[in-house]
Nanobody, 126 residues
Framework: QVQLVESGGGLVQAGGSLRLSCAAS????????MGWFRQAPGKEREFVVH????????YYADSVKGRFTTSTDNAKNTVYLQMNSLKPEDTAVYYC???????????????????WGQGTQVTVSS
């Protein structure tokens, strides 16, 4: 079982930056694929980034490519989402998600992530 706790959301002006954190409990964090998704009011949950435990297996949504980056601290069981050049359309609840250990599912499909955090609100004002 994995528990995920996000933090770092808040209110920021357009063009600003935020860094989200996702702290994971449980075993084998270093061999678990992670992801970030977001959901804006009245919209479906959408893929943001897949953070694969294998090198070279990080994939970004086109809408955030070049603005968002991820990093991982295996010693802290934490994955980070650095969000720069934020836009009002980035406003959403951001969720951290995790796959089962050593499982390679569809990185873009939220259904392949059985573990989810509670979400953290990001609001970008214009």
């Amino acid at each position: 079982q994995v528990q995920l706790v996000e933090s770092g959301g808040g209110l920021v002006q357009a063009g600003g930056s935020l860094r989200l954190s996702c702290a994971a409990s449980g075993r084998s964090f270093s061999t678990r694929n992670m992801g970030w998704f977001r959901q804006a009011p009245g919209k479906e949950r959408e893929f943001v980034v897949h953070v694969g435990w294998k090198p070279g297996s990080t994939y970004y949504a086109d809408s955030v490519k070049g603005r968002f980056t991820t990093s991982t601290d295996n010693a802290k069981n934490t994955v980070y989402l650095q969000m720069n050049s934020l836009k009002p359309e980035d406003t959403a609840v951001y969720y951290c998600a995790a796959m089962r250990i050593l499982t390679t599912g569809d990185p873009y499909n939220s259904l392949d992530y059985p573990y989810w955090g509670q979400g953290t609100q990001v609001t970008v004002s214009s």
